[in-house]
Nanobody
């Protein structure tokens, strides 16, 4: 079955960096675009970054553009989110996501807290 397992979250000071990882299994990884979403307390889940199946195309939410970088390693079935210049408003649970036709798959999420 499809599994997405995130890691790399934690507590970081404003201006700091974190690298999130997502290990994917149970599907033909290199065929699908992959996404990172986040959900802050009391807010709706929002799309943060997208990467195409081969990794040649990416897109970002305006709030993170220029600070976050999404990448993938298809032989290792991994997708990453490098987050730099973190701000308190980046505090959220971050989720790895794969959309396959009408089906949506999510990891369990990893907490990122940006605070001094």
């Amino acid at each position: 079955q499809v599994q997405l397992v995130e890691s790399g979250g934690g507590l970081v000071q404003p201006g700091g960096s974190l690298r999130l990882s997502c290990a994917a299994s149970g599907f033909t990884f290199f065929v699908y675009a992959m996404n990172w979403y986040r959900q802050a307390p009391g807010k709706e889940r929002e799309l943060v970054a997208v990467i195409s199946s081969a990794g040649g195309s990416t897109a970002y939410a305006a709030s993170v553009k220029g600070r976050f970088t999404i990448s993938r390693d298809n032989p290792q079935n991994m997708v990453y989110l490098q987050m730099n210049s973190l701000k308190p408003e980046d505090t959220a649970v971050y989720y790895c996501n794969a959309q396959m036709g009408s089906r949506n798959y999510w990891g369990q999420g990893t907490q990122v807290t940006v605070s001094s």
